[in-house]
């Protein structure tokens, strides 16, 4: 491969063109990975605290509820709490298994890592440091676990 400036140059502008894409990716996948995680922690916790409270507090728990929101029957409380503990911990399994069917967490980390290789590979090919073939080959190598990750065209 030769090794001109505009060789250098369009290097130069793949290697931008493809973090665009990535810092794309991120910013979609990012936030969909916090939420479905917060869903599942939220869920899990609230799916126990719903059913921890009768089974520390026993009748007394299931009393006081049942007054402070002036419910004619124990039963009542118990029927919510189970309804509810079922919702969350349903919400919660759901959640984590959407991130884990996609392998959310795996493709973000992936992501970011090739992300911070092509900022290393950029600046070390602007500067010079780096010979073009050498550059090419650390491109590959940072964009082959990131395949995922569709192109943004150059405006």
Do not use: H
């Not at 090919?125 to 990750?149: C, E, S």
């Amino acid at each position: 491969m030769e090794e001109s400036a505009d060789t250098r140059q369009r290097l130069s502008e793949r290697i931008d063109q493809k973090q665009q894409a990535i810092r794309s990716y991120l910013g979609r996948e990012r936030p969909r990975r916090n939420r479905l995680s917060n869903i599942s922690i939220v869920g899990s916790a609230l799916a126990a605290a719903l059913t921890a409270g009768p089974a520390v507090g026993g009748t007394g728990f299931t009393e006081a509820v049942r007054g402070i929101f002036s419910l004619d029957d124990d039963s009542i409380v118990w029927r919510f709490l189970c309804l509810a503990a079922v919702i969350f911990s349903v919400s919660a399994a759901l959640a984590t298994n959407f991130a884990n069917s996609r392998a959310l967490g795996e493709k973000v980390s992936a992501a970011e890592s090739a992300n911070a290789q092509l900022e290393g590979l950029q600046l070390s090919l602007n500067f010079g440091n780096l010979a073009v073939p050498d550059a090419l080959k650390l491109y590959q190598q940072a964009v082959a676990p990131v395949a995922f990750v569709d192109e943004v065209p150059l405006r």
